[in-house]
């Protein structure tokens, strides 16, 4: 609920076109006190991807993009931190976006941790990475008459996400 995450390519060489996926799912497992316990997994669904122009979101879903028909999901599994996890740090994982499977590394701030009025305990983050989307298998283009091309090849990505301790894990 408290989660997005956001991408962000240059359009006709000139202008950045923004978006986002609005069906995020994740979970932490293991304990923040001990980094390398931790084991992080992020589904998007590609269906959802929102960029606010309804032609533009039908041709990412299309085949020449996500195929969301064929991969309805991109995922990320973390595979190790690095850094202090109590302010900024690496996650090193796995993206796998149409089949294709890369390791990616993403900057991480920790924004910080609170008990919620509810006697919840919650913890905040905020993400950026970037990717080279021909790297999985995301190829479509057009050439511009004066030189350059319809998509940027890099994407930025950027998430904000809050985690909520589940009560069974709360307790342990």
Not at 144 to 155: H, N, P, Q, R, T
């Amino acid at each position: 609920m408290h989660t997005s995450v956001e991408f962000a390519v240059k359009h006709l060489m000139i202008a950045k076109v923004k978006g986002r996926f609005d069906e995020v799912a994740g979970t932490v497992t293991g304990d923040l006190a001990d980094p390398a316990s931790l084991q992080l997994d992020v589904t998007l669904q590609t269906a959802s991807i929102d960029t606010h122009q309804a032609q533009r979101d039908q041709h990412l879903r299309s085949a020449d993009f996500f195929n969301a028909e064929r991969w309805p999901t991109i995922r990320f599994v973390g595979k190790r931190l690095v850094g202090d996890p109590s302010s900024e740090f690496r996650i090193v994982g796995d993206l796998t976006i149409r089949d294709v499977t890369r390791e990616v590394v993403l900057d991480v701030v920790n924004e910080g941790t609170a008990s919620d009025p509810w006697g919840g305990f919650r913890a905040g983050y905020s993400v950026k990475g970037k990717i080279d989307r021909r790297d999985f298998g995301l190829t479509w283009n057009q050439a511009l008459e004066a030189g350059g091309f319809v998509v940027g090849d890099e994407i930025k990505l950027s998430a904000d996400v809050e985690l909520t301790a589940v009560a069974e894990a709360a307790a342990a």
